[in-house]
């Protein structure tokens, strides 16, 4: 029986096991500095979309009196209806314990992938809304219905006036950060429209009651997307493995490469 020397590659699937331990409380500090560290990592295409994105929020900055004008003359029964019940996507009264509760349902029914979303949600919801928050602190931008106009910034302040913590819109950032979790956990057509246009609905909302700017809805939904994005692409190569393995079937002998 000849002896053949062989390497042979195994790729397998593996989907992320995530539960409520110390190990994943412990991963909220170590993901942040990494969300935080990407732009150091970025290539040019990165650069690109970033810049793409600064236009068009620059573009609304520069328009944001206009439209909330048109806005609140636009603004009807029906309208005003809607916000009441889409702002509760980006409550966080409403969000925190809805994610958990699902967390419970998960682990009582044994479904994994509903305590990963949940946990997952629940990351993304903590970190992107402590990142709003230090934008909203470092910014003060006056409410729209404060009257000051669009251009009213007082700059770092630890003032707890609601009135001057216009941008970025903490809802709108709750509201993306939870669709882009739920629409990449829940892999359809129909749950991606689903989230994406209950999130577009609480942005909107915020925009009709005159809470908001246009530009303080677009950078929150930004800042939702791109830390829930990383967010999933950290877990994802948590659960990489790489292994090397003797290889023996009889007939060859040799090395087996496998990554999972």
Known sequence: MGIISIILLSITGSKRDIDLNFAYIKSYPVDAKAILSEPFHWDEKDWIKASGIMGVGTVLYLNDNRIQDWAQ???NYLSNNISKYATYFGEKQVVAPSLLLYYLYGRIFHNQRAKNTALLGLEGFILSGIFTNIVKYSAHRSRPYTGYGA????GPSFS???DYLSFPSGHSTTAFALATIFSNEY???FSSLLFYSLATLTAISRVNDNVHWTSDVFFGAVIGYATSKALLSLHSQKNNRFGVSPYINGKSIGMMVQLR
């Open 151 to 154: 251009k009213h910034w007082d």
């Open 160 to 162: 707890l006036s609601d």
């Open 73 to 75: 003359g636009k603004r």
């Open 187 to 189: 892999k359809s057509v």
